[in-house]
RNA sequence: GGGAGCUUAGCUCAGCUGGUUCAGAGCACCUGCCUUACAAGCAGGGGGUCACUGGUUCGAACCCAGUAGCUCCCACCA
């Protein structure tokens, strides 16, 4: 039997073997029923391309929560699906037709459409048949698109509800604009980063009332091409280098308009010159204060960031050149006064990386005060928790300084805003351009159908994904559905913490609104996915694994198990190749302990010596078990793999294996005697289980394989037990006491030059006897002992050592190395010496004694007993060497 | 400018409500082994002033204050 087994496991025709076996069975489809649900929706992936470290991670949690509520008896459902992800996904399509010589403003609408549909068949199946490698168990009867019919119309509906409540509004305000996109961002979407600048010191010539003398002011500004659209020179009232201007004037440099002085106490007198320039059109705090004084917008800028006509000057030119132009031509009519380079911070489109440009612009938006409370409420009351809590703040403090939310888009990709525009420039909202129409002749009497005119602008993506937890079952297009009301709410949402005000946030205020509960109960944040180096993984740095690349070269369990085996919850992840390495080890570690126990012969004997290993590996096992679930919810999940990965390795292979393995008598194994290899089995199909939803392919393989069996599959017929009985302490205080004289025995063979395969005898002087014969046959096998014998006089050339105040020695027939048992003795002395002295100092400090629990003295005196009869032990053991 | 978090072995991190001499784990490293499950392995081993300085306490990696360094989030100083 073992012979015909390779001793390397192979994953790859076997992962894909059971992922089809798992699919036609329709293990992962899930219908309400009598069970109780366990839910999860996907955080949809962006159709922008395939998935990468950051995905692989965030899926392989959900798998592992999924499969494990599964094998709980729950009825879990793991909703998949994609996201249209509209700006990035237009800016993906524009930039691939721009490849293939085609201008997207050379395509119509619809055929713009169409291309953009290509790409998402494209890259979402992509993205599927990556999740169905990596195992994940998702319904995929439930595959979800943010951009499929029912949730195109959910998204409308959902918008002109809104507008009937009278959150959605529609006006002229200063947004973040994308010169490069050519559309609107939310403030979530700009990213401010810190650049090198120049500060230009420009002088503005002065009319100063009653005042003959030639006299300039100066300002500092790092934007001087904004200069051509100066409105007012603006200074704080209580800076008295300036306070002689009131009712004076200024002229715009080189195009000489004349504009006043303005005194406010925004500006900050220490920076700069104490003077700043005032340009409504193109800075927001400019706008502000413009709107305060009433001042004229000259907005010197197009939609694509070159200078309009109403500059006057470089116009055509891009605002960058133009700064150029603007600093040269100010030098030249020598009015740059100095130059200084500064850093300061400028805003960034999340996903052209255009500096985005601050601009008023007529746009859609959603107001938010009122939408915000039940969430706060929600988040400070538990009734929605993240995991780590460290997000707690930060999130409060978001959710309380709330702004109201740009919704609309210039795109084409995404869900169409339902407002329809007559002629006259009156408009309605209505789920369809009829009722539009309908209610647009109520105040036009001779509008005609044709006469009017969708709002040609999209909205923002997560106007869309905001209702993912609710629309995937259908409950905005049909309410109170039976499967929004079984499946909602969530049990639990794992995504990345980048996201939290983008989407958590919103999907939290969604659900009160539309469903009057919370979306899910629990936040499981992931942090970002770096490289060893802890660099982000990107693509320009080619330090990004490609997902099925690596599921090629390791396995997808080893994939998973290298990115669970050290994910702390919420912090970054370093991610190293090695670890996967790691984890295709430990898959072929199981593998040839399968091995092993195949290729046993099973007889009818009974065989009393294996009790002990068994009963301990069944502690251990309950006693790790218990904890492995716990861990589980409270999402440590590394730790839990962590915990089975020793459980597995150290504690079954190998300890347990060695223990019951039959041993060879002239070149032949003896066969095991049938209650051994029983329980081994059991173990065996026990770890299974435990390791299943970490590693689900290679587990449900193994277990297959280990027994013939009618009822198949680990993933489904065993369902976990949480009840855990009292473990027997003393079964696995043995078992510590049985590693400790094994290792000890192991590590006096390699001090002495001792084989493994020397045949020794231990004398043990113990006045507890009977936890010794407990572990009696099992130290002997693997310490590779004759006999162990008690009380009995002591051999001559015998290698002393102490276990607890238990005086051992080992007949070694020659005694060869004297010297390192007495270090080693001697060692174990002056340790014991200041571990006695801090007990006794403790115990003999009033205040410990009086202030300390009584159990803690208790424990202190115990201490000092054992360590007192120790040092006995050990003296008595060094006494004999001289 | 405001806020949050982090700093423990060469690396990545555990260390829950102070209490075994508490200083841990996994990688990596060193030594010895191809020992009939596994070299993708086995047996053993070395390694840290718990960032720094004070304080509270009978007792501090853990609590408090300050210092330094790193990370992230938020904010309209041009």
């Known amino acids: ?285 400019d706008y502000n204060i413009g709107l305060k004084h009433n001042l004229p917008i000259i907005d010197t800028l197009t939609e694509n960031g070159t200078l309009s006509e109403a500059a006057g000057m470089f116009v055509g030119d891009d605002r960058f050149v133009a700064r150029k132009k603007m600093a040269k031509a100010l030098a030249e009519a020598n009015l740059l006064a100095k130059e200084e380079e500064i850093k300061n911070k400028n805003g960034f489109s999340q996903r052209t990386n255009a500096v985005v440009e601050p601009r008023i612009s007529t746009q859609w938006f959603l107001k938010m005060a009122d939408m915000s409370k039940p969430t706060i409420n929600a988040q400070a009351t538990g009734d929605v928790t993240f995991f780590p809590d460290k997000f707690d703040n930060t999130f409060k403090y978001w959710m309380e300084n709330i702004k109201d939310w740009c919704i609309s888009r210039q795109l084409w990709w995404g869900q169409q805003i339902p407002a329809y525009y007559a002629p006259d420039g009156s408009f309605a909202v209505a789920e369809n351009k009829e009722k539009a129409f309908e209610n647009l002749r109520l105040t036009i009497s001779d509008l005609r159908l044709e006469d009017i005119k969708q709002d040609e602008d999209v909205l923002d993506t997560w106007f869309s994904s905001w209702l993912w937890p609710i629309e995937v079952f259908n409950g905005i297009t049909e309410p109170n559905n039976k499967e929004i009301n079984y499946y909602y709410p969530t049990n639990v949402l794992v995504t990345g913490q980048d996201i939290i005000f983008f989407w958590v946030a919103r999907m939290m205020m969604a659900g009160f609104e539309y469903q009057n509960q919370r979306p899910f109960a629990d936040v499981y944040f992931t942090g970002m996915v770096r490289d060893k180096q802890g660099r982000k993984m990107s693509k320009s740095l080619g330090n990004s694994p490609e997902l099925l690349g690596l599921i090629e070269q390791f396995g997808a369990d080893a994939v998973r198990f290298g990115i669970m085996i050290s994910s702390p919850a919420g912090n970054d992840l370093l991610f190293d190749e090695s670890s996967c390495e790691q984890g295709r080890n430990f898959a072929n570690k199981i593998w040839n302990a399968l091995r092993l126990i195949k290729g046993w012969t099973i007889d009818n004997s009974t065989n009393p010596s294996n009790q002990f290993a ?225 007990v006794n100092a403790k115990l003999s400090n009033e205040k410990f004694v009086a202030n300390a629990k009584p159990e803690l003295v208790a424990l202190e005196q115990k201490k000092k007993s054992d360590a007192e009869s120790r040092l006995i032990a050990i003296k008595e053991s060094l006494s004999g060497l001289n």
Not at 210 to 223: G, L, M
Not at 656 to 672: H, R, S
Not at 701 to 722: A, H, P
Request: negative net charge; proline residues 4%.
């Open 1 to 285: 039997m073992l012979a015909e087994l390779p001793t390397k496991y192979s994953p790859t025709t076997v992962e894909d073997k059971w992922f089809a076996h798992w699919m036609s069975k329709q293990y992962f489809k899930s219908t309400p029923d009598n069970r109780e649900a366990f839910t999860i929706v996907i955080p949809p992936p962006n159709v922008t391309g395939v998935l990468h470290m950051g995905h692989t991670l965030n899926e392989t949690i959900q798998d592992i929560l999924i499969r494990h509520a599964r094998m709980t008896g729950k009825n879990a459902c793991w909703v998949p699906g994609t996201d249209h992800a509209s700006i990035a996904t237009e800016a993906k399509v524009v930039a691939m037709l721009k490849e293939r010589g085609i201008d997207k403003k050379d395509l119509s609408r619809e055929e713009f459409l169409k291309y953009a549909f290509e790409w998402k068949d494209k890259y979402g199946g992509i993205i599927i048949h990556q999740l169905e490698k990596l195992g994940c168990s998702c319904d995929y009867g439930r595959v979800s698109f943010t951009m499929d019919d029912h949730y195109y119309k959910a998204v409308i509906k959902v918008f002109v509800d809104l507008y009937n409540k009278g959150l959605i509004y529609r006006g002229a305000r200063m947004i973040n604009w994308d010169p490069v996109a050519l559309t609107a961002l939310s403030d979530e979407e700009v990213e401010y980063k810190e650049v090198q600048s120049k500060l230009y010191y420009v002088k503005y010539k002065l009319e100063v009332p009653n005042s003959t003398q030639e006299e300039f002011i100066t300002v500092a500004t790092t934007r001087p091409e904004t200069i051509l659209g100066d409105v007012a020179i603006c200074v704080n009232p209580t800076d008295e280098r300036y306070t002689h201007l009131k009712g004076a004037s200024a002229y715009v440099p080189l195009v000489n308009r004349k504009i006043p002085i303005i005194f406010d106490e925004y500006v900050d007198k220490e920076f700069g010159t104490g003077c700043l320039k005032i340009t409504p059109a193109h800075d927001l705090a």
């Open 614 to 838: 068994i009963e301990w590996m069944n502690e251990r096992i309950e006693s790790v078990s218990a904890d492995y679930h716990k861990l589980i919810s409270e999402y440590k999940l590394s730790e839990a793999l962590r915990a089975l990965y020793s459980l597995i390795w150290d504690d079954f292979c190998a300890w347990y294996l060695e223990m019951v393995k039959p041993e060879f008598v002239d070149g032949k194994a003896n066969p095991i005697d049938a209650k051994t290899y029983e329980a081994t089995i059991t173990f065996f199909e026990k770890l299974m289980h435990l390791l299943h939803p970490f590693m689900p392919f290679c587990t449900e393989e193994f277990y297959s394989f280990v027994k013939e069996r009618n009822e198949n599959d680990v993933l489904v017929i065993k369902q976990f037990n949480t009840q855990f009985s009292a473990s027997s302490s003393s079964v696995l205080s043995n078992g510590e006491l049985m590693k400790e004289i094994v290792s000890t025995i192991r590590d006096a063979r390699n001090k002495n030059q001792l084989k493994p395969k020397d045949k020794l005898k231990l004398m043990i002087e113990t006045s507890d006897k009977s936890s010794f014969e407990a572990i009696q046959s099992t130290v002997c096998k693997l310490a590779n002992l004759t006999e162990i014998t008690f009380n009995d006089s002591k051999a001559a050339n015998a290698i002393n050592f102490v276990i607890g105040n238990n005086k051992c020695y080992l007949d070694a027939g020659s005694l060869i190395n004297t010297d390192s048992q007495k270090d080693d003795l001697e060692k174990e002395l002056i340790y014991l010496e200041g571990f006695l002295k801090s």
